[in-house]
């Protein structure tokens, strides 16, 4: 059992916004924790799976109210530090599984890499970096599951 | 249900020890979450009753790694960020109780004046502020309890 | 010559205005760097003072943007952190000045005695904590000058 | 004039650290202000560089002291927020300049973009995003100047 951090775009197709449910689902099925930036998107749809499959939900928040926070989010953890935040949620996560997303998620992948962390990328940023990619929501969890104890 | 927060210092007495492992125990029996600085002392304390009846803990830790946290935080939030994780602390806690604490428990105290939380203080700073001073863990949760919905 | 850091609210009185004034010309007077929180009140007559005796003011904003320091700020340091900032003035400050203020200047007189930081009170807070108590806006630069090499 | 801020490594060869020099000199030379991480590599030679021409330069620390800052820095802001201080430095500049660099590098080009802030890059990460790519010194702050008033 460990914390899964998934991080992704807060403004997503809504074929992303069903992978990043699939990844939360597989999240909560296994009984992990999983933690993100607690807010719409990627975030949002992460958190949804993992409460159905009945897991706990962490989320890192930007703002100064739990109120932002997606209705999924067992946990708010209030920061009011806004994108500085980003970093609280790699360092909290045992591995970390991208999902699509902006410069924010390329923030997050390279304080990951940073601090040495794994990364699973899911149809992620390319660049010439070390994560390991993978094609579907259960590749995804299953190989940051090798990160964990 | 809500998060309440325990603040006070690292290093305390026995006594002290006893009334925030009491604190702890009453927040877990009555359902809420736990939310303190992961660490020793009064954090500890808390955490330990706190999860004896069955609650839930979150540590949000100041330093680079999990392994900081005691034994009875559940959910290790690693920030790397120092003190200023004080601050996460207080905005993420609904209510806080104060108990003994130094320096440190005095900008969570003044931190939870300035975003209007309430501060149930036992034991703790005697300024000139306005904190709901009580003499016991049970009247600490019960008067924390009025300010959650 | 060092870093002195000035401390006090954002809304004050016009003799506590005064007072904030003349710290920050003796602080530039001196040649001393002012580092404050760039805003408005104490912040804003500290760096007045010391603009006008040709002093180097740095504001650490709790913001996002640098249009919110006064204008006698000629660093300002944009943290988009909200009220962690505190924290970064007074580990910036070699000593700091406290005037008057209200919880958030609790916060940073609590945050210096945390990291160890030498306090010198100008009708600020009084609790039960070694800060050093002046009378005059001199007397309080003076003894600040006293922790500097 | 404005606040141009320096990215880029801490272990660079010695043509990089040149490369960062010379940016320094082009910056101090012409009268801006330099903001870096305040340590080593890029961060140092372009505090150098800056220096050696009359210029001002604010380190924006990780650490929880002033001395880790290089000889350089004129004005060594402590954060004690580890890689935290990498989104301050970026908040504070008005425009950034990439030098080579690893995942701390990328981390603050992310947030530039993040932000809308303007990147130069010389000789830095080549990933999908929009940075101004420039080949010299000279041109690197050439094109900075363009986003200052």
Redesign the interface.
């Known amino acids: 059992m460990g914390?899964i951090g998934v991080i992704g775009g807060s403004q997503v197709s809504s074929e992303i916004y069903r992978l990043a449910y699939e990844v939360g689902r597989e999240i909560g099925k296994r009984g992990h924790?999983l933690v993100n930036g607690g807010l719409s998107g990627v975030m949002e749809a992460s958190a949804k799976g993992a409460k159905e499959e009945g897991g706990?939900v962490?989320g890192?928040l930007p703002g100064?109210s739990?109120e932002s926070a997606n209705p999924w989010v067992d946990?708010?953890?209030?920061?009011?530090?806004?994108?500085?935040r980003n970093?609280?949620i790699v360092?909290?996560a045992d591995v970390l599984i991208a999902i699509d997303g902006?410069?924010?998620t390329?923030?997050e992948i390279?304080?990951a890499?940073?601090?040495g962390k794994p990364v699973i990328g899911l149809r992620t940023?390319?660049?010439?970096?070390p994560i390991i990619r993978v094609e579907t929501p259960g590749q995804a969890v299953e190989e940051a599951e090798k990160f964990l104890k």
Chains 1, 2, 3, 4 share one sequence.
């Open positions: 914390i924790i706990l962490v890192i100064h739990k946990i708010p953890v209030v920061t009011g530090m806004g994108e500085a970093v609280i360092r909290t902006r410069y924010g390329l923030s390279a304080f890499l940073v601090f940023w390319e660049c010439d970096f």
